[in-house]
């Protein structure tokens, strides 16, 4: 099933692909482009979002040393917030931290620098972003996803990470609210695609195949309302999965909450 959205041009944009003799798909062009900003969009968040459960994580094993310079070493970067600063902030913290917080944090850095973490379809997309940038952009959400798991703070106010905590905070508090409410109305679309999902995963535990889940549901209006599952948005059901190369797996900001809100419906 498709739908149709406008799109808005300059002027001078319009009459130029108005006057082109040749022929120019601009729906293929514009589902491209989303589907490109998307995928980036989702791949970036996974990686912050892994740094704030380790960072969240380190919090009770770094020495109060480690973790100062670490706080000190992300204020001073952050006002000139960019990639090309990953390698300064990581030679600085490579002095200064103590031997074991290194061997326990160098790990995941160097799974996500070799690509073994945060593998999607957007790091093989061919775009106008090399590949040592998409590395790149991924490392650095992942650092700065520590830093807030790390110290609980805003990395500055001008970084967009900061407008992207808010929103998975205000999700979270929204799957808060609505979650135990769909269990008490199973019949609901929302609540029936959560449940069969939770069905099929072993309670959120293992990936799924959107096709099967899909089969599984019978929903005539299935495309439309896990989508509005998946992804932020005020009007969206609330963000309970995350999808990776066809995958469906429980948003992780929410997967304990979701699997213990199931335990308590099922028995």
């Known amino acids: ?44 968040t996974k990686a912050r979002e892994l740094g704030i459960k380790d960072g969240d994580k380190a919090k009770s094993i770094l020495t109060d040393f480690s973790r100062k310079e670490i706080e000190s070493a992300f204020e001073k970067f952050s006002q000139n917030w960019n990639s090309d600063k990953l390698y300064e902030l990581a030679d600085e913290l490579q002095l200064s931290l103590s031997i074991e917080d290194l061997n326990m944090l160098q790990p995941k850095f160097e799974q996500i620098f070799n690509g073994e973490l945060i593998l999607s379809d957007w790091m093989k997309y061919e775009s106008g972003k090399t590949a040592q940038d998409k590395w790149s952009e991924v490392a650095w959400a992942y650092v700065e996803g520590t830093y807030l ?61 959107i096709s099967d889940l899909k089969a599984k549901c019978n929903i005539k209006e299935f495309d439309i309302n896990f989508a509005q599952m998946k992804n932020f948005g005020k009007r969206n059901h609330g963000k309970v999965f995350d999808t990776i190369n066809g995958k469906v797996e429980l948003w992780l900001p929410v997967k304990d909450f979701v699997q213990n809100e199931y335990n308590k419906h099922k028995n």
């Open 149 to 209: 798991g790390l110290t609980s703070k805003d990395i500055s106010k001008q970084a967009s990470s900061v407008k992207e905590s808010q929103e998975i905070t205000a999700e979270i508090k929204r799957i808060q609210r609505r979650v135990p409410r769909w269990f008490k109305n199973p019949t609901q679309i929302n609540s029936r695609i959560l449940i069969e999902f939770l069905t099929l995963s072993d309670r959120g535990n293992k990936q799924v195949n």
């Open 1 to 44: 099933m498709t739908k149709t959205i406008a799109v808005s041009l300059p002027e001078e944009l319009f009459l130029k692909i108005r006057h082109s003799r040749e022929s120019i798909k601009i729906s293929r062009i514009c589902q491209t482009a989303l589907e490109f900003e998307l995928m980036e969009k989702e791949t970036l």
